[in-house]
């Protein structure tokens, strides 16, 4: 199904109906039951095979092939992917530099095509260089950081609605979940390109981490996952608290009464 493949005979054809039914409902359910785990690594895998079942193409295909080959033709697409580099290396590619020539030689407009799809993707920037983690108690920290949209927003290919931002807040190893958010970004906050704030409460375990890892991720568009650290080593947390003292008891002189 994912791979678009037709299927011969009435036994798999009917399977496949169930598929296209039901499968992007399961995947769904299973990715919310993840989250509702608190199992980030789990949670990331099954966001990622949603994501698939509903574009019906697979992670590693170009994201481009989102748009349709209506809007991108299918032969840059294709070129892009034949070359081994990674996704995010093509936001800093850039026309006037002709980083875009070898899938388009001599064919400046096609060049400005790519460009400009490559910033249509749904993708948001975290701002962890200017993420505030203030220690609460020993145990507890909170945490407030700015996302902040960082594509161009056309309704006709994201939707009138707007999109879908998941905010993850994950201990060092990404396996435990420590905090998750679910936003829906209006299309006039992404056409300003509008600052969006969080705040959550996380918990720090002892020993204390040297870092937390946050992704941000438009639910249902390949290839929009962006991460950052947060740094905890320059973050200090109050000292263990001490031992309850037992007092001294005193006796009173006069009435041999015992005073503490």
Same mark, same amino acid.
């Given at each position: 199904y994912?791979?678009?493949?037709? @299927?011969?005979g009435f /036994?798999?054809?009917?399977?496949?109906?169930?598929?296209?039914? *039901?499968? =992007? +409902?399961?995947?769904? #359910?299973?990715?919310?039951?993840?989250l509702c785990?608190?199992?980030?690594?789990?949670?990331?895998?099954? @966001?990622?095979?949603? /994501?698939?079942?509903?574009?019906?193409?697979?992670?590693?295909? *170009?994201? =481009? +092939?989102?748009?349709? #080959?209506?809007?991108?033709?299918?032969?840059?697409?294709q070129r892009m992917e034949a070359r081994p580099i990674e996704w995010e290396a093509y936001y800093h590619f850039d026309v006037e530099r002709g980083q875009f020539a070898d899938f388009a030689p001599n064919d400046l407009d096609?060049?400005?095509?790519?460009?400009?799809?490559?910033?249509?993707?749904?993708?948001?920037?975290?701002?962890?260089e200017h993420a505030?983690?203030?220690?609460?108690?020993?145990?507890?920290?909170?945490?407030?950081?700015?996302?902040?949209?960082?594509?161009?927003?056309d309704a006709d290919l994201h939707g009138a609605g707007g999109v879908e931002l998941l905010l993850t807040i994950e201990d060092s190893d990404g396996q435990k979940l420590l905090h998750r958010e679910s936003v829906f970004v209006k299309p006039e906050d992404l056409q300003d390109q509008k600052p969006i704030a969080f705040t959550a409460l996380l918990r720090v375990p002892d020993p204390k981490p040297t870092h937390f890892f946050v992704r941000a991720?438009?639910?249902?568009?390949?290839?929009?996952?962006?991460?950052?650290?947060?740094?905890?080593?320059?973050?200090?947390?109050?000292?263990p608290a001490q031992p309850p003292r037992s007092l001294p008891t005193y006796a009173n002189g006069d009435d041999g009464a015992v005073l503490e």
């Open positions: 994912i791979s678009g493949l037709s @299927l011969e /036994n798999l054809m009917s399977e496949l109906v169930y598929v296209k039914d *039901s499968a =992007l +409902r399961i995947a769904k #359910a299973l990715h919310d039951i993840a785990r608190g199992l980030a690594a789990t949670a990331r895998r099954l @966001l990622v095979f949603y /994501n698939q079942v509903l574009r019906r193409q697979w992670s590693v295909m *170009s994201p =481009l +092939r989102q748009f349709g #080959a209506a809007h991108v033709p299918l032969g840059l697409v096609a060049q400005e095509l790519l460009y400009a799809y490559v910033h249509r993707v749904p993708r948001f920037d975290i701002d962890h505030v983690l203030q220690p609460l108690t020993r145990s507890k920290v909170r945490c407030e950081l700015v996302v902040v949209p960082d594509f161009e927003f991720a438009a639910v249902g568009w390949i290839g929009s996952e962006t991460s950052a650290a947060l740094d905890l080593l320059s973050t200090a947390l109050p000292a």
